[in-house]
Protein backbone atom coordinates (compact mmCIF):
# COMPACT_ATOMS: atom_id res chain seq x y z
CA UNK A 1 0.00 0.00 0.00
CA UNK A 2 1.48 3.46 -0.88
CA UNK A 3 2.01 5.70 2.12
CA UNK A 4 0.31 9.04 1.42
CA UNK A 5 1.38 12.52 2.54
CA UNK A 6 -0.79 12.23 5.41
CA UNK A 7 0.56 9.60 6.68
CA UNK A 8 3.97 11.06 6.48
CA UNK A 9 3.19 14.04 7.92
CA UNK A 10 1.53 11.83 11.67
CA UNK A 11 4.79 9.89 11.64
CA UNK A 12 6.39 13.26 11.48
CA UNK A 13 5.11 15.36 14.40
CA UNK A 14 4.42 11.59 16.40
CA UNK A 15 8.69 11.59 16.21
CA UNK A 16 8.97 15.37 17.04
CA UNK A 17 6.96 15.02 19.94
CA UNK A 18 8.76 12.03 21.18
CA UNK A 19 12.07 13.78 20.32
CA UNK A 20 10.71 16.92 22.53
CA UNK A 21 9.94 15.19 25.44
CA UNK A 22 12.68 12.22 25.44
CA UNK A 23 15.63 14.29 24.54
CA UNK A 24 15.51 17.57 26.88
CA UNK A 25 18.45 18.66 25.11
CA UNK A 26 17.04 18.55 21.60
CA UNK A 27 14.11 20.95 22.47
CA UNK A 28 15.01 23.87 20.76
CA UNK A 29 15.69 22.40 17.34
CA UNK A 30 12.44 20.54 17.44
CA UNK A 31 10.75 23.71 17.89
CA UNK A 32 12.74 25.69 15.24
CA UNK A 33 11.76 22.61 13.18
CA UNK A 34 7.89 22.72 14.14
CA UNK A 35 8.36 26.42 13.07
CA UNK A 36 9.67 25.72 9.86
CA UNK A 37 7.10 23.44 8.68
CA UNK A 38 4.30 25.10 9.89
CA UNK A 39 5.57 28.35 8.24
CA UNK A 40 6.10 26.82 4.92
CA UNK A 41 2.69 25.14 4.86
CA UNK A 42 1.16 28.26 5.48
CA UNK A 43 2.93 30.09 2.50
CA UNK A 44 2.14 27.47 0.31
CA UNK A 45 -1.41 27.21 1.53
CA UNK A 46 -1.67 30.97 0.76
CA UNK A 47 0.33 31.35 -2.54
CA UNK A 48 -2.23 28.82 -3.93
CA UNK A 49 -5.30 30.45 -2.21
CA UNK A 50 -3.92 33.45 -4.19
CA UNK A 51 -4.37 31.78 -7.37
CA UNK A 52 -8.18 30.97 -6.06
CA UNK A 53 -8.70 34.40 -5.17
CA UNK A 54 -7.29 35.88 -8.54
CA UNK A 55 -9.79 33.32 -10.38
CA UNK A 56 -12.72 34.22 -8.49
CA UNK A 57 -12.05 37.82 -9.37
CA UNK A 58 -12.05 37.32 -12.86
CA UNK A 59 -15.21 35.09 -12.71
CA UNK A 60 -13.76 31.61 -12.81
CA UNK A 61 -14.64 28.95 -11.43
CA UNK A 62 -13.48 26.83 -8.54
CA UNK A 63 -11.78 23.45 -9.04
CA UNK A 64 -9.53 22.47 -6.99
CA UNK A 65 -6.97 23.74 -4.62
CA UNK A 66 -4.25 21.40 -2.87
CA UNK A 67 -1.55 21.99 -0.36
CA UNK A 68 0.15 19.56 1.85
CA UNK A 69 -1.82 16.70 2.79
CA UNK A 70 -5.34 18.59 2.58
CA UNK A 71 -7.43 18.18 -0.78
CA UNK A 72 -10.08 20.69 -1.26
CA UNK A 73 -12.91 20.65 -3.98
CA UNK A 74 -16.03 21.25 -5.93
CA UNK A 75 -18.19 18.37 -6.91
CA UNK A 76 -21.22 17.12 -6.89
CA UNK A 77 -22.77 18.49 -3.36
CA UNK A 78 -20.75 21.50 -3.31
CA UNK A 79 -17.20 22.24 -1.10
CA UNK A 80 -15.64 19.06 0.56
CA UNK A 81 -12.54 18.50 2.02
CA UNK A 82 -10.40 15.48 1.69
CA UNK A 83 -7.16 13.43 1.80
CA UNK A 84 -4.60 14.51 -0.47
CA UNK A 85 -3.37 11.02 -1.39
CA UNK A 86 -0.64 12.23 -3.61
CA UNK A 87 3.03 13.01 -2.74
CA UNK A 88 3.29 15.00 -5.99
CA UNK A 89 0.83 17.72 -5.28
CA UNK A 90 1.93 18.40 -1.50
CA UNK A 91 3.78 21.22 -3.31
CA UNK A 92 0.62 23.30 -3.64
CA UNK A 93 -1.60 23.46 -7.01
CA UNK A 94 -5.06 24.80 -7.76
CA UNK A 95 -7.62 24.34 -10.49
CA UNK A 96 -9.75 27.44 -11.87
CA UNK A 97 -11.77 26.71 -14.55
CA UNK A 98 -13.13 29.34 -17.09
CA UNK A 99 -16.66 30.97 -16.60
CA UNK A 100 -19.53 29.77 -19.42
CA UNK A 101 -19.65 31.95 -22.56
CA UNK A 102 -15.87 33.10 -22.24
CA UNK A 103 -14.06 33.54 -25.42
CA UNK A 104 -9.77 33.63 -26.10
CA UNK A 105 -9.50 37.34 -25.24
CA UNK A 106 -11.48 37.39 -22.28
CA UNK A 107 -10.22 33.82 -21.10
CA UNK A 108 -6.67 34.86 -21.45
CA UNK A 109 -6.54 37.85 -19.11
CA UNK A 110 -8.68 35.36 -16.82
CA UNK A 111 -5.65 33.17 -16.97
CA UNK A 112 -3.26 35.78 -16.99
CA UNK A 113 -4.77 37.04 -13.72
CA UNK A 114 -5.03 33.94 -11.92
CA UNK A 115 -1.85 32.94 -12.43
CA UNK A 116 0.14 35.76 -11.26
CA UNK A 117 -2.05 36.14 -8.46
CA UNK A 118 -0.27 33.57 -6.80
CA UNK A 119 3.19 34.91 -6.67
CA UNK A 120 1.66 38.49 -6.05
CA UNK A 121 -0.02 37.29 -3.10
CA UNK A 122 3.89 35.63 -1.70
CA UNK A 123 5.00 38.81 -2.56
CA UNK A 124 2.62 40.93 -0.90
CA UNK A 125 2.57 39.16 2.11
CA UNK A 126 6.25 38.77 1.97
CA UNK A 127 6.61 42.12 2.85
CA UNK A 128 3.64 41.74 5.60
CA UNK A 129 5.35 39.65 7.60
CA UNK A 130 8.97 40.95 7.50
CA UNK A 131 6.96 44.34 8.70
CA UNK A 132 5.14 42.81 11.80
CA UNK A 133 9.00 41.18 12.66
CA UNK A 134 10.54 44.51 12.10
CA UNK A 135 7.72 45.51 14.67
CA UNK A 136 6.87 43.15 16.79
CA UNK A 137 10.35 41.37 16.92
CA UNK A 138 8.68 37.65 16.82
CA UNK A 139 10.97 35.40 14.53
CA UNK A 140 8.14 33.15 13.62
CA UNK A 141 6.91 35.96 11.08
CA UNK A 142 10.54 36.35 9.92
CA UNK A 143 10.51 32.67 9.31
CA UNK A 144 7.25 33.09 7.18
CA UNK A 145 8.54 36.01 5.27
CA UNK A 146 11.41 34.31 4.25
CA UNK A 147 9.21 31.35 3.40
CA UNK A 148 6.93 33.13 1.19
CA UNK A 149 10.29 34.98 -0.90
CA UNK A 150 11.79 31.85 -1.11
CA UNK A 151 8.07 30.70 -2.97
CA UNK A 152 8.05 34.18 -5.27
CA UNK A 153 11.31 33.51 -6.83
CA UNK A 154 10.48 29.76 -7.38
CA UNK A 155 7.32 30.39 -9.58
CA UNK A 156 7.87 33.89 -10.92
CA UNK A 157 11.10 32.80 -12.70
CA UNK A 158 11.48 30.99 -15.73
CA UNK A 159 13.28 27.89 -13.87
CA UNK A 160 13.08 24.50 -14.98
CA UNK A 161 10.37 22.46 -13.44
CA UNK A 162 10.23 19.23 -14.84
CA UNK A 163 7.01 18.55 -17.30
CA UNK A 164 5.25 21.50 -15.46
CA UNK A 165 5.98 25.45 -16.52
CA UNK A 166 6.54 28.08 -13.62
CA UNK A 167 3.69 30.88 -12.87
CA UNK A 168 6.04 33.28 -14.52
CA UNK A 169 6.41 31.31 -17.80
CA UNK A 170 3.06 30.57 -17.75
CA UNK A 171 1.81 34.11 -17.39
CA UNK A 172 4.51 35.84 -20.51
CA UNK A 173 3.23 33.38 -22.67
CA UNK A 174 -0.55 34.43 -21.93
CA UNK A 175 0.55 38.16 -22.14
CA UNK A 176 2.65 37.91 -24.71
CA UNK A 177 -0.24 35.69 -27.08
CA UNK A 178 2.35 33.22 -27.99
CA UNK A 179 1.23 29.58 -29.40
CA UNK A 180 1.84 28.29 -25.85
CA UNK A 181 -0.31 30.40 -24.98
CA UNK A 182 -3.34 29.15 -27.31
CA UNK A 183 -2.46 26.15 -26.26
CA UNK A 184 -3.11 26.98 -22.29
CA UNK A 185 -6.64 28.82 -23.22
CA UNK A 186 -7.79 25.66 -25.45
CA UNK A 187 -6.77 23.17 -22.34
CA UNK A 188 -8.30 25.57 -20.03
CA UNK A 189 -11.44 25.52 -21.91
CA UNK A 190 -11.39 21.78 -22.42
CA UNK A 191 -10.78 20.96 -18.90
CA UNK A 192 -14.06 23.35 -18.11
CA UNK A 193 -16.03 20.89 -20.15
CA UNK A 194 -14.48 18.15 -18.39
CA UNK A 195 -15.33 18.84 -15.28
CA UNK A 196 -17.96 20.26 -15.55
CA UNK A 197 -21.75 18.84 -14.94
CA UNK A 198 -22.48 17.01 -18.34
CA UNK A 199 -21.56 13.48 -18.61
CA UNK A 200 -19.00 12.63 -21.48
CA UNK A 201 -21.42 12.02 -24.60
CA UNK A 202 -23.12 15.18 -23.85
CA UNK A 203 -19.72 17.35 -23.92
CA UNK A 204 -19.41 19.87 -27.24
CA UNK A 205 -19.37 18.80 -30.42
CA UNK A 206 -17.39 21.35 -31.58
CA UNK A 207 -14.47 20.77 -29.07
CA UNK A 208 -14.45 17.07 -30.15
CA UNK A 209 -13.74 17.75 -33.72
CA UNK A 210 -11.35 20.46 -33.39
CA UNK A 211 -9.27 17.50 -30.55
CA UNK A 212 -9.98 14.93 -32.91
CA UNK A 213 -8.67 17.16 -36.27
CA UNK A 214 -5.39 18.16 -33.59
CA UNK A 215 -4.70 14.52 -32.48
CA UNK A 216 -4.73 13.70 -36.09
CA UNK A 217 -1.61 15.85 -36.97
CA UNK A 218 0.28 14.60 -34.03
CA UNK A 219 2.52 12.35 -33.23
CA UNK A 220 2.74 11.53 -29.49
CA UNK A 221 0.06 12.05 -26.96
CA UNK A 222 2.44 13.77 -25.09
CA UNK A 223 1.87 16.68 -27.89
CA UNK A 224 -2.17 16.71 -27.04
CA UNK A 225 -2.58 15.01 -23.68
CA UNK A 226 -5.83 16.60 -22.84
CA UNK A 227 -7.45 16.63 -26.33
CA UNK A 228 -6.55 12.90 -26.00
CA UNK A 229 -8.20 12.36 -22.71
CA UNK A 230 -11.17 14.15 -23.79
CA UNK A 231 -12.16 12.66 -27.00
CA UNK A 232 -10.87 9.16 -25.15
CA UNK A 233 -14.25 9.79 -22.67
CA UNK A 234 -16.74 10.75 -24.89
CA UNK A 235 -15.97 7.60 -27.20
CA UNK A 236 -15.61 5.15 -24.09
CA UNK A 237 -19.50 6.80 -23.24
CA UNK A 238 -20.51 6.23 -27.24
CA UNK A 239 -19.09 3.32 -27.63
CA UNK A 240 -17.47 1.82 -24.54
CA UNK A 241 -14.02 1.58 -23.15
CA UNK A 242 -12.84 -0.97 -24.83
CA UNK A 243 -12.75 0.05 -28.58
CA UNK A 244 -12.54 3.81 -27.21
CA UNK A 245 -8.92 3.28 -25.73
CA UNK A 246 -7.67 0.65 -28.50
CA UNK A 247 -7.82 3.76 -31.00
CA UNK A 248 -6.26 5.71 -28.80
CA UNK A 249 -3.19 3.11 -27.93
CA UNK A 250 -2.75 2.12 -31.68
CA UNK A 251 -2.95 5.70 -32.68
CA UNK A 252 -0.37 7.03 -30.44
CA UNK A 253 1.61 3.42 -30.38
CA UNK A 254 1.56 4.30 -26.69
CA UNK A 255 3.68 1.57 -24.10
CA UNK A 256 5.23 1.71 -21.02
CA UNK A 257 7.37 4.32 -20.51
CA UNK A 258 8.65 4.97 -16.77
CA UNK A 259 10.11 8.66 -18.06
CA UNK A 260 6.67 9.61 -19.75
CA UNK A 261 4.40 7.96 -16.84
CA UNK A 262 2.39 11.12 -16.11
CA UNK A 263 1.37 10.97 -19.87
CA UNK A 264 1.14 7.37 -20.62
CA UNK A 265 0.00 6.12 -17.27
CA UNK A 266 -3.51 6.81 -17.53
CA UNK A 267 -4.52 5.30 -21.23
CA UNK A 268 -2.41 2.46 -20.06
CA UNK A 269 -4.51 1.95 -17.25
CA UNK A 270 -7.50 2.25 -19.19
CA UNK A 271 -6.77 -0.17 -21.40
CA UNK A 272 -6.08 -2.96 -18.49
CA UNK A 273 -9.24 -1.68 -17.12
CA UNK A 274 -11.07 -2.31 -20.32
CA UNK A 275 -9.92 -6.17 -20.13
CA UNK A 276 -10.52 -6.53 -16.91
CA UNK A 277 -14.37 -5.66 -17.18
CA UNK A 278 -14.31 -7.56 -20.69
CA UNK A 279 -12.89 -10.64 -18.05
CA UNK A 280 -10.08 -10.64 -20.40
CA UNK A 281 -7.33 -9.43 -18.38
CA UNK A 282 -3.94 -10.27 -19.37
CA UNK A 283 -1.63 -11.23 -15.94
CA UNK A 284 1.56 -10.88 -18.13
CA UNK A 285 0.68 -7.54 -19.83
CA UNK A 286 -0.55 -6.55 -16.64
CA UNK A 287 2.57 -6.95 -15.11
CA UNK A 288 4.04 -5.05 -18.06
CA UNK A 289 2.16 -1.91 -17.44
CA UNK A 290 1.66 -1.13 -14.26
CA UNK A 291 5.30 0.09 -14.22
CA UNK A 292 4.29 2.41 -16.64
CA UNK A 293 1.65 4.19 -14.50
CA UNK A 294 2.53 7.56 -12.67
CA UNK A 295 1.60 7.99 -9.13
CA UNK A 296 1.04 11.00 -9.39
CA UNK A 297 -2.69 9.99 -10.74
CA UNK A 298 -4.19 8.18 -7.43
CA UNK A 299 -7.67 7.63 -9.16
CA UNK A 300 -5.46 5.75 -11.89
CA UNK A 301 -2.71 4.42 -9.68
CA UNK A 302 -4.86 2.81 -7.07
CA UNK A 303 -7.34 0.78 -9.56
CA UNK A 304 -4.13 -0.55 -11.24
CA UNK A 305 -3.21 -1.67 -7.93
CA UNK A 306 -6.34 -3.32 -7.29
CA UNK A 307 -5.97 -4.62 -10.78
CA UNK A 308 -2.47 -6.37 -9.66
CA UNK A 309 -4.26 -7.46 -6.61
CA UNK A 310 -7.28 -9.11 -7.87
CA UNK A 311 -4.72 -11.12 -10.55
CA UNK A 312 -2.68 -12.42 -7.17
CA UNK A 313 -6.31 -13.96 -6.01
CA UNK A 314 -5.99 -11.35 -3.38
CA UNK A 315 -9.43 -10.24 -3.46
CA UNK A 316 -9.09 -8.44 0.30
CA UNK A 317 -6.53 -5.89 -1.55
CA UNK A 318 -7.96 -5.53 -4.24
CA UNK A 319 -11.03 -4.43 -2.86
CA UNK A 320 -9.30 -1.64 -0.41
CA UNK A 321 -6.99 -0.60 -3.85
CA UNK A 322 -10.51 -0.04 -5.56
CA UNK A 323 -11.85 1.60 -2.41
CA UNK A 324 -8.89 3.79 -2.56
CA UNK A 325 -9.67 4.63 -6.37
CA UNK A 326 -13.00 5.03 -6.06
CA UNK A 327 -12.31 8.46 -3.62
CA UNK A 328 -11.10 10.87 -6.07
CA UNK A 329 -14.00 10.58 -8.11
CA UNK A 330 -16.77 10.27 -5.85
CA UNK A 331 -17.69 13.59 -6.33
CA UNK A 332 -17.01 14.93 -9.64
CA UNK A 333 -19.22 15.52 -12.76
CA UNK A 334 -18.20 15.01 -16.10
CA UNK A 335 -15.67 12.62 -16.42
CA UNK A 336 -15.86 11.66 -13.21
CA UNK A 337 -19.53 9.84 -13.77
CA UNK A 338 -17.55 7.81 -16.34
CA UNK A 339 -15.13 6.70 -13.84
CA UNK A 340 -17.30 6.18 -10.92
CA UNK A 341 -19.18 3.93 -13.24
CA UNK A 342 -15.92 2.25 -14.23
CA UNK A 343 -14.62 1.90 -10.72
CA UNK A 344 -18.00 0.44 -9.50
CA UNK A 345 -17.97 -2.31 -12.24
CA UNK A 346 -14.03 -3.50 -11.57
CA UNK A 347 -15.30 -3.82 -7.77
CA UNK A 348 -18.24 -5.68 -8.34
CA UNK A 349 -16.06 -8.44 -10.51
CA UNK A 350 -14.03 -8.50 -7.92
CA UNK A 351 -16.46 -9.07 -5.04
CA UNK A 352 -18.33 -11.54 -7.20
CA UNK A 353 -14.87 -13.89 -8.12
CA UNK A 354 -13.79 -13.49 -4.31
CA UNK A 355 -17.03 -14.99 -3.47
CA UNK A 356 -16.55 -17.77 -5.99
CA UNK A 357 -13.29 -18.55 -4.66
CA UNK A 358 -14.90 -18.48 -1.60
Known sequence: MQRRPLFGFVILGLFLVGVYFLLPN???????????????????????AGHVIGGKVMGMQFGYFVAGPFHI???????????????????????MLPAEGRFEDRLRKDLAVMTISGPLTSFALGLLMLAVWYTSGIEFFAICSMFHGVILFATILPLPNGQFQTDGTAFFHLIKRTNEAKSKIQSALLTGEMYGAKRPLQWSSSMYKACQEKMDRATDVKEVFIEAMFVFYVEADRDGIMPAIDRQINHFRI??????AIYYGPFLEWRMLADALCGTLDNQKLSEYVAGVSSLSDGTYSRMQAMVAWSRQDGDKALMYSKEAFAPYEKLNGFGILEREWTRMLATRIRTSVKTIA
Open 73 to 95: EKGRKGIRIRENRNWGLIGGVAL
Open 26 to 48: LQPIVSLFSIFGVAGLLAITLHE
Open 255 to 260: KPDKKS
